[in-house]
């Protein structure tokens, strides 16, 4: 299995869109890097999303709202997209499994 485990702020609210019979809760998540004593830290945004099947409650998207502390559990995968200079830029995509809200 391969999993990641993040702890960081939500960057805004949670966005629900109906991809086919599913719903996904959309997520943007600030996670703070520390790169040891003597390096800045700097934060990495990473995507993620919760899926729902028909039928499964939406409810918990009513509590994720920005700068919400939460700890996320999932799959974790690299998406590519072209900026507006034509640049191909990578980021971090992960599929939600659990999701836990700290402080």
Known sequence: MYK???NGNLGQ???IKDVGS???IN???AVTLDHG???AENTEWVRAVIWKSEGQSLKIADYLKKGK???VEGTPSAETYKNKEGETKVYLHVNVKEIEFLG
């Open 27 to 29: 997520l943007r998540i």
């Open 4 to 6: 990641i485990i993040l």
């Open 37 to 39: 004593k003597d390096s």
């Open 22 to 24: 599913k719903k996904a």
């Open 13 to 15: 609210d949670a966005e």
């Open 69 to 71: 502390h939460v700890l």
